[in-house]
């Protein structure tokens, strides 16, 4: 096979040979090993210089993803916070793929500007935050926590008098970063490519699990004098699912001048129903919030957004000009000028077919099943002496650790993470260590549309069987 417009007649037989392995693949998401025991094969080599043709290349990928593609999209998969593909948003990132839109400005498609606009918007009433606000699809909440640090140092440049996206940061004192120890790894690394720098975060925390002291944070504002500084506030530690206080946060950047950004990837969910609202209180007062779609808003890998109260500061942080791109037009915010990609896939097609097809109602719905059923995996666990929950459940993380009697203290570190890693290993649930409060321990996150208790429910009893199997062989 040669030039692909060989096949242009053969686009049909591709979709329906992938429609059928697909719905073949995900009716026995529910029941599979979600880490199957098998590898990919075949699909390494070198560069053909014949190709084998579409159809053929697509049942090499077919035949590798049964062997070995994580069954993350599935109901036991409760590793790194990750939802799966509502089947709305699922369709419509097909859709989007055989569209191809290039959602830049309003030259290249009406039709995905409009419907990003109508999408943020949505999102903005979903989580509580004012209409007025500006906002952007990105890929993920690391670009999201960078577009709104971004946001943060355009607007600590002109308290400086300079326009660093103009003439850069050469010359300008080293930009305050305030945080408390749920800070989580993305917005650092954002700091580091603003060039704003990793060893600028000064954190903050009560104890060893990360807490935020307000009183130190509040005695280091006092001693920058007035200084301009970014607060990084976190609704949703990934380790126990903690939250930093976000309206006390919002009073000291309030008191102090401060910028307040939010890095809500999963948290900012809490916003959702009346029974966990209360633990983003405030979010409304800050300046720039992260949000993830591929967490709890259960569309297909990759899609966040970032919410700027400030659309000018939000614009001026992005914006691109060049005679071919054309003028903007002040009713019609181009996407691509508030973001860091311009080539932009169309994302608002899945978080608009989610929002359309579900509701707030359906959202409420399915986050508060799933902090019930946090609850019911913390109360399992408190229910087993061998097992040693480590924190609190405020929304849908559960910190614990396999604590079996007769096990020195000094060994329980080794012993959970072989415990980890044997967990992974037999594929029946998936979830991964951590370290909280210097202890080695697990933190599965509820947050797959498809869960129900049954899966929940493996999870203690895989805990109780593969800890003794390695206790007695040590």
Known sequence: MTDPILERDAVAECLSLVAEEAASYLGSIDEALVRPPGAAAGLDGGLPAEGVGSL???????????????????????????????????????????????AFNWVSSPFALGLEQVSIGWLKELFGLPAEWSGVLTTGATMANFTGLAAGRRWWGLRQGVDIEEEGLSGLPAVPVLASGHVHASAIKSLAMLGIGRRQVRTFAAGEVGNLDADALRRALEELGGAPAILVGTAGDVNAGGFDPIDLMADLAEEHGAWLHVDGAFGLFAAVSPVTRELVAG?????????????????????????????????????????????????????????????????????????????????????????????????????????????????????????????????????????????????RVYFGTTVYGGKVAFRPAIVNWRTEAEDVDLIVPLVLELGASLASRA
Request: some cysteine; overall charge negative.
């Open 283 to 427: 979010i409304e007062r800050a300046h720039s919030v992260a949000a993830d779609g591929h967490k709890w808003l259960n569309v297909p890998y990759d899609c966040g957004a970032a919410f700027v109260r400030d659309p000018e500061i939000h614009h001026g942080a992005f914006t691109a000009v060049a005679a071919y791109l054309g003028r903007e037009e002040l009713d019609r915010p181009v996407f691509g000028n508030l973001g860091p990609e311009m080539s932009r896939r169309a994302r608002a097609l899945v978080v608009w077919a989610t929002l359309k097809a579900y509701g707030s109602e359906g959202y409420r719905a399915m986050v508060e099943r799933h902090v019930g059923l946090a609850r019911r995996l913390a109360d399992q666990v408190d229910a087993q002496v061998g097992l040693e929950r480590l924190a609190e459940v405020p929304l849908n993380v559960v910190c614990f650790r396999y604590r079996p009697e007769g096990v020195p203290e000094e060994e329980l570190d080794e012993l959970n993470q072989r415990l980890g890693e044997a967990v992974l290993e037999d594929g």
């Open 56 to 102: 053929a290349a697509l049942r090499a990928l077919v035949e590798g993803a049964q062997a070995g593609a994580t069954r993350s999209t599935g109901p036991r998969f409760f590793h790194f916070v990750m939802g799966g593909g509502t089947p709305a948003a699922l369709g419509a990132d097909w859709l989007t793929s055989a569209l191809d839109q290039s």
